[in-house]
């Protein structure tokens, strides 16, 4: 099981950049696909996922209205695009692999997930 995240860079605040999570040895149909960030000093926090189950879609508070996940199932991709970039947002983003379903909680259990790729690094300049 391997997840490559890729798409991070340096970016203005307001920029937009779109995250890769291209995922092997298993199906994106078969598990759930979220993304989490760190910034430096801070906890990690769960950003958005998206559910295998029912396709049900999660977003933070922080970035609701700027990032759009979705999933690309023939190429086993999954991509997180951030629009509207800000200063706070630049942090270290990880895709990781969540269960088949969470029940009512979807998708948002993060603590339940198994793997998580290596991360890319958002840097967002004022």
């Known amino acids: 099981v391997q997840l490559q995240a890729s798409g991070g860079g340096l970016v203005k605040s307001g920029g937009s950049l779109r995250l890769s999570c291209t995922a092997s040895?298993?199906?994106?149909?078969?598990?759930?696909i979220g993304w989490s960030r760190q910034a430096p000093g801070k906890e990690r926090e769960g950003v958005s996922c998206?559910?295998?189950?029912?396709?049900?879609?999660f977003y933070d508070d922080p970035v609701k209205g700027r990032f759009t996940i979705s999933r690309d199932i023939a190429k086993n991709t999954v991509y997180l695009q951030m629009n509207d970039l800000r200063p706070e947002d630049s942090a270290t983003y990880y895709c990781g692999r969540g269960p088949f379903t969470g029940g009512n909680y979807g998708c948002t259990l993060f603590y339940e997930y198994d793997h998580w790729g290596q991360g890319t690094q958002v840097t967002v300049s004022s």
């Open positions: 040895g298993f199906s994106l149909d078969s598990y759930s």
């Open positions: 998206i559910s295998a189950s029912d396709g049900r879609i």
